[in-house]
């Protein structure tokens, strides 16, 4: 995990970049893992986003690693931050 730019910690997560044909500018997301609840339920951007689209932010565990799927519209729609 890391701090935020106030100093609270954030989850561990990974920060995600899609570039795709098609798209004109890349889209950005975040990956967080299933098996840290506690740091995911304090943190902040976590916090900050609505069920069920904060679903689409979490990782599922599958095997011995994990799945992150990403859609870029539709109803299950990944959550896309403006950076």
């Known amino acids: 995990s890391v701090p935020d730019r106030s100093g609270r910690p954030q989850a561990p997560h990974?920060?995600?970049s899609?570039?795709?044909r098609?798209?004109?500018h890349r889209v950005v997301t975040r990956l967080y893992f299933p098996d840290e609840v506690?740091?995911?339920?304090?943190?902040p951007v976590l916090a900050g986003i609505a069920e069920?689209?904060?679903g689409t932010l979490v990782a599922a565990t599958e095997g011995t690693g994990y799945r992150f799927d990403i859609a870029l519209q539709g109803e299950h729609e990944t959550v896309f931050f403006a950076v």
């Open 52 to 54: 069920p689209a904060r």
């Open 18 to 20: 899609v570039f795709a």
């Open 22 to 24: 098609g798209l004109l």
């Open 14 to 16: 990974l920060d995600v």
């Open 38 to 43: 506690s740091a995911n339920a304090a943190d």
